[in-house]
């Protein structure tokens, strides 16, 4: 497989294309959003490539598990947790997802209403 098959996130994720990166792992990789929804707006991805929520197969269920954990800690570390984030993953066209790599959009620094559109 050549560079150029593999998807955004998993590009993003090894480097080849760049991205402000929010913190790293052997497994997990946080980076900002291109376009951000609210003041504090981080992407965190597993390194392995697995489309979506849907796709999730065996030890998939403790990777995601651990992507959630890591999203948390971020939001700690950015101080976010005293007014609250919200932790989004988009499963599915229909549902607003467009890059087909799971991933979970951290979003604070604002309130947010519901439900969301
Ligand atoms: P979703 O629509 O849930 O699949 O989210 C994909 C997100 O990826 C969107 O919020 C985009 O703004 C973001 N995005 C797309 N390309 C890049 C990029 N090169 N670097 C950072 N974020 C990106
Ligand atoms: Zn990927």
């Known amino acids: ?6 998807c955004l996130f998993c590009r993003i994720a090894s480097g080849d294309i760049p991205a402000r990166k929010a913190y790293e792992d052997d497994e997990i990789y946080a980076f900002h959003d291109i376009n951000p929804q609210a003041p504090t707006h981080i992407l965190i991805i597993p390194r392995k490539h697995i489309p979506s929520l849907d796709d999730m197969e065996g030890a998939d269920v403790q990777l995601v598990g651990t992507v959630v954990a890591r999203a948390a800690q971020i939001a700690h570390d950015l101080q976010l947790t005293a007014d609250g984030y919200r932790l989004v993953a988009n499963t599915g066209a229909a549902a607003g997802q467009t ?15 519901w439900p969301p559109g």
Do not use: A, K, Y
Not at 99 to 113: A, K, S
């Open 1 to 6: 497989m050549s560079t150029n098959d593999r």
């Open 99 to 113: 890059v087909f790599h799971i991933h979970f959009h951290l979003l604070g620094g604002r309130n947010f209403g």
